[in-house]
């Protein structure tokens, strides 16, 4: 079944202490996309990837990192994690060096306290 | 800056009464005019991608189409099915990246 996956679906932890959230993709895309998901603000893009070792910002890439070493994995890591950073994260995918009709994986619902 | 402004924020039907959600938009050169279905708890589905002014696409309830400074999406005699929130996004171009608007939540019911 073509789909993305994240994990961990729920988190919740501190401020300060590093984590990482996985995104995979079983459909061989070329795109790959990081987004949170804040109320009344709607879905604003963190990072993307258009390739294998291409990352670029999205409009709110402050306090997130991404790597792209695989065309299947796109993980984003939080390094210092802070209550503002307390959101829904989706990650998705595009087959085209593009985000068109991207697939967006279940989404993960972090909490930082 | 790109914008993306959905209205309603909210809509309430009854089942078979069709009605539109409209999506403006500014953007500097459009690339891809993008709309996503979204339920509760769930990532969005894509649905309609539209390129330029006067595209229409349809799938089977849902009709969009796209002008110069905003795109509808028809709903023509919605089911309870169909609610759920619907996100327009645009891509301008030579960029990667999506600016999403905030979303019409659709409630039909029966």
């Known amino acids: 079944e073509a789909q993305v996956t994240q994990n961990p679906r729920y988190l919740i932890t501190v401020t300060g202490k590093k984590l990482t959230v996985t995104c995979s993709q079983n459909?061989?895309?070329?795109?790959m996309s990081w987004y949170r998901q804040d109320p009344g603000l709607g879905l604003r893009q963190i990072y993307y990837?258009?390739?294998?070792?291409?990352?670029d910002k999205g409009d709110v890439p402050e306090g997130y990192k991404v790597s792209r070493k695989e065309k299947r994995n796109f993980p984003l890591i939080l390094e210092s994690p802070s209550p503002n950073q307390t959101s829904l994260y989706f990650c998705?995918?595009?087959?085209?060096?593009?985000?068109?009709?991207?697939?967006f994986g279940p989404g993960t619902r972090l909490t930082v306290t | 800056e790109d914008q993306v402004t959905q209205s309603p924020e909210a809509l309430r039907l009854q089942e078979g009464e069709s009605s539109s959600l409209n999506c403006s938009y500014t953007v500097s050169g459009l690339r891809g005019l993008f709309w996503y279905r979204q339920d509760p708890g769930k990532g969005p589905e894509f649905l309609f991608t539209?390129?330029?002014a006067g595209e229409e696409k349809e799938k089977e309830r849902l009709k969009a189409t796209l002008t110069k400074k905003e795109s509808f999406l028809h709903i023509t005699a919605p089911k309870p099915e169909d609610s759920a929130t619907y996100l327009c996004a645009v891509q301008a171009s030579g960029y990667s990246t999506l600016t999403f608007g905030k979303g019409t939540m659709l409630l039909v019911s029966p």
């Open positions: 459909m061989n895309h070329e795109y």
């Open positions: 539209l390129y330029s």
């Open positions: 990837s258009m390739n294998v070792e291409v990352t």
């Open positions: 998705a995918s595009s087959l085209s060096m593009s985000p068109y009709e991207q697939y």
